[in-house]
């Protein structure tokens, strides 16, 4: 539920939002559907259908975020526990995808599950951050503006972000 309150910060009525990796859509329904203008839910899963067809404001895309050619730009994109789906080195290639699709008042929201101090990671997860300050780093490779929570749970943390005024292309190394 955390995640529903942290991302409806970020949006404003009216807004077009994009949310990647959407399974269910249930954020996108009970959260977000009654503030904004419309939804695109990106999730590869076939079987992330459940709450797609109880609102007419939201689209659901069933495809690779990476390699879907997005025909709009959003007021607001949410990536929740999908940064840690991929590897380092190909982090940047997102995150460019990412500022591509935005407008250039937008937001990027999200979060991403913080490594735990005893180094285990999740099986299935390619990278995870080390400490909020790792990722408030880079981040701050495509963003002006980055802030970071971190709450506190007993056997994970997560580090919930929210990124705007995304750099240009040019000035990305």
């Known amino acids: 539920m955390l995640r529903g309150f942290h991302n409806i910060k ?26 904004v ?5 990106v999730d590869s899963s076939k079987h992330a259908l459940s709450y797609y067809k109880t609102s007419k404001k939201i689209k659901f895309i069933c495809d690779d975020f990476m390699l879907y050619d997005f025909k709009k730009k959003y007021d607001v994109i949410i990536a929740d526990a999908v940064i840690q789906y991929f590897k380092k080195e190909n982090m940047p290639s997102f995150l460019l995808k990412v500022t591509k699709s935005l407008k250039t008042s937008g937001s990027f929201t999200g979060m991403t599950v913080k490594r735990r101090k005893d180094n285990k990671k999740i099986s299935h997860h390619k990278y995870e951050f080390e400490s909020k300050e790792e ?9 002006q503006e980055v802030e970071i929570y971190e ?23």
């Open 10 to 35: 970020s949006i404003n009525p009216g807004d077009v939002v994009l949310e990647i990796g959407s399974g269910d859509g249930f954020f996108s329904k009970f959260f977000y559907s009654n503030t």
């Open 37 to 41: 203008k419309s939804i695109d839910c």
């Open 135 to 143: 990722l408030t780093n880079f981040l701050k490779k495509y963003f």
């Open 151 to 173: 709450p506190k749970y007993l056997e994970r943390s997560e580090l919930y972000f929210r990124c705007s005024h995304f750099l240009n292309e040019e000035l990305i190394k």
